[in-house]
Nanobody, 127 residues
Framework: VQLQACGGGLVQPGGFLRLSCAAS????????MGWFRQAPGKEREFVAA????????YYADSVKGRFTISRDNAKNTVYLQMNSLKPEDTAVYYC?????????????????????WGQGTLVTVSS
């Protein structure tokens, strides 16, 4: 599967953005989807993950209550709604796909679990 992320940009603190990640192919609904981010000079870190049906969701503590992950299997797209953005949210955001039936908080936290990655979209939070 090929992933194409978009929706990044420059936003002021307290603002919002919605990222989208479109997947090619007809098997999107078979993948657990995740969002990660990488700030300059830092390692890539987990942001959120969503199960095949959308019923199972996990968030990093740093974004819980501010970010919302969702998916539309009919459109082969996963979203990340980001509200109340902070300067520390500045990073390149990546979507990722894992070809597995079950979401796991212990597995889908790690970058190595995912089979496919998008190219990343830059989010800059600054006044």
């Amino acid at each position: 599967v090929q992933l194409q992320a978009c929706g990044g940009g420059l936003v002021q603190p307290g603002g919002f953005l919605r990222l989208s990640c479109a997947a090619s192919g007809r098997t999107f609904s078979r993948y657990v989807m995740g969002w990660f981010r990488q700030a300059p000079g830092k390692e890539r870190e987990f942001v959120a993950a969503i199960s095949l049906s959308g019923a199972g969701i996990y968030y990093a503590d740093s974004v819980k209550g501010r970010f919302t992950i969702s998916r539309d299997n009919a459109k082969n797209t996963v979203y990340l709604q980001m509200n109340s953005l902070k300067p520390e949210d500045t990073a390149v955001y990546y979507c990722a796909a894992d070809n597995t039936a079950t979401i796991s908080s212990s597995r889908h936290y790690y970058t190595g679990t995912y089979d496919y990655w998008g190219q990343g979209t830059l989010v800059t939070v600054s006044s």
